[in-house]
């Protein structure tokens, strides 16, 4: 089986792909050429970055905003910005707070400091744009250019924190509705409940939708994880343990991405030794992954920036096709 056909479209339906590993194994690179080899196909494409270290912009060469900006025919990408993403999680609870002015503020509090520090707002908000986007069916396939190994393994277990803090709330909400309606058979003048069962309406309906992420997470047919691995024992003893977690999350993990791989025709002494270790290197990662299909980028005497660049390593992992090749916007 070739790298590429690891990715399946599933019409009507978004198909979301995660690329991740250690801090600078290249993961933003293979993320941007990912998916212009997507749009290549025809596939209506974003690509988000989750790592408050953005650099799409610069693989791109194009400005990249905290909402889908154009880039080239078939293929939007967007960086999450956690400043802004902070502001719109807090108009969003003081908005929660105005239709119900029962919230209790140590409550709201709560959620304010869960979102900017545990797992983070960098993961909360990505979290939010998987909602946004498992629903709509906007677009064909979403890629994640996801932050360092330990910000995606927090982003991949917040479902399950989600899930079961709205579990909580619910719960508070019942138990303050029924203290409510016992102090009303008391106290006759006291206001109606309708807003306590509205409340707890739209927690059962988050919960439902909280769930319905981490269904489709779980689902091979709609998500996987693709990890991007250097020759160096660090990065592959951190995409081992990396993996371990993921699959306790339930994701599926089926591709692994060996770049910088030194070329064999180097002929200065450094390099030559470079390679031996690198070729030792190589032999272990595929006797570790072996289950997964495995795809190598030799080092670039360059830095990759720009469409033509990001395209010739979109030929190198997935065969180059002609006339394929998107328009680029200004």
């Known amino acids: 089986m070739a ?3 690891l990715f399946k ?55 990249v905003g905290h909402n ?39 409550m709201l509090q709560d959620q304010l400091d869960m979102a900017s520090s545990s797992p983070g707002i960098d993961e909360a908000a990505a979290f939010d744009k998987f909602l946004q986007y498992m629903t709509t069916d906007e677009y064909d396939i979403v890629i994640f250019d996801t932050a360092p190994t330990g910000h ?14 709205v579990g909580k709330m619910i719960k508070v909400r019942k138990q303050l509705g029924n203290m409510a309606k016992t102090l009303k058979n008391i106290m006759p003048f006291m206001g109606d409940d309708e807003d306590d069962e509205k409340t707890i309406e739209d927690l059962e309906a988050s919960k439902k939708q909280i ?24 990065s592959i003893y951190e995409s081992e343990r990396a993996m371990k977690a993921l699959h306790k999350s339930n994701m599926t993990t089926d591709g ?20 031996k270790i690198q070729e030792e290197r190589v032999k272990s990662i595929k006797e570790k ?18 469409m033509d660049q990001l395209s010739e390593i979109a030929d ?12 680029a916007l200004n």
């Not at 933003?28 to 953005?54: E, F, M, N, Y």
């Not at 154009?70 to 707070?97: G, S, V």
């Not at 060996?258 to 450094?270: G, H, L, R």
């Not at 072996?290 to 030799?298: F, K, R, S, T, V």
Request: aromatic share 8%; glycine share 6%.
């Open 9 to 63: 479209f599933n019409k009507g339906k978004t198909t979301f792909v995660f690329i991740g590993g250690k801090g600078g194994v290249g993961k933003t690179t293979v993320s941007a050429a990912t998916a212009l080899w997507c749009a290549r196909q025809g596939k209506k494409t974003l690509v988000i970055s989750t790592d408050p270290a953005h650099s799409l912009s610069d693989s791109f060469e194009k400005n």
């Open 68 to 106: 889908p900006t154009p880039i080239a025919e078939n293929l939007e990408a967007l960086e999450i910005d956690p400043e802004l993403a902070m502001q719109d999680y807090q108009a969003k609870l003081k908005q929660q707070q105005v239709l119900d002015p029962k919230m209790d503020v140590g």
């Open 256 to 275: 692994v991405i060996i770049n910088q791989i030194q070329p064999e025709e180097a002929d200065c002494e450094f390099c030559l030794a470079r390679r």
């Open 289 to 306: 992954f072996g289950d997964q299909i495995i795809a190598e980028i030799p080092l670039q005497s360059h830095e990759v920036k720009g």
């Open 211 to 234: 769930k319905l992420a981490r269904g489709i997470m779980a689902d091979p047919e709609r998500t996987s994880f693709k990890t991007v691995v250097i020759p160096e024992e660090m």
């Open 3 to 5: 790298f590429k056909d």
């Open 316 to 327: 190198i992992l997935y065969g180059k096709e002609k006339n394929k090749e998107p328009i």
């Open 152 to 165: 995606t393994l927090r982003l991949l277990s917040f479902p399950e924190m989600m899930d079961s803090w």
